[in-house]
């Protein structure tokens, strides 16, 4: 009966990781001065992490020799990494007043791809030569809205995280999806 519901929550949860993983990928990628910030880096750790979770639970889910803890357990911790994930963004992102404060944006490091002080001032790596200020702010603002995708899919796989958990729980204690192993392989 929840089997369903299940696997749905881990393919939404797969697909969620991916998301998370390719958005910090391309703010790396997109990094001009110094190393990409830890809180990106951070997001591809945590986007590789709820995929491989989400697929070892969907794989538990159909054979009987793993016990139901471990995707509990797994869930558990993917849980905690994608909190921890949006609150660094939430913080990180905390004055850029919803995507629309330009000068705050070109002074936080998670959006400016990267910065470096030169003798007569800083230079930043959204900027590039002969750019209007259009072409900045429409280059800001982008790299706003993608991390602030970033930290609402952080917060959305930790729900995702916490109801597998729970869901977890139910269906060991009543013997449903992986009908209630709770010990070890034996041969």
Known sequence: MLRPIYLGLRGLMFLSSLTILALAAVMIKNQVYDAAPATTRYSTFTGGFGMIVGGIGAICAFISFVPDLVPIALDGLAGLFFLGGGIAWAYGLKNTSNCSDYRNMLENSLLNQGS?????????????????????????????????????????????????????????????????????YVA
């Open 116 to 184: 470096i002080t030169l003798p007569d001032g800083k230079a930043y790596g959204v900027i590039k030569p002969d750019d209007s200020n259009d072409d900045v702010a429409h280059r800001l603002k982008g790299n706003c809205q993608r991390a602030q995708a970033d930290e609402i899919l952080q917060f959305l796989c930790f729900g995702m995280a916490f109801v597998l958990v729970a869901l977890g729980f139910f269906q060991m204690r009543r013997g449903g999806v992986g009908k209630g192993r709770t010990g070890a």
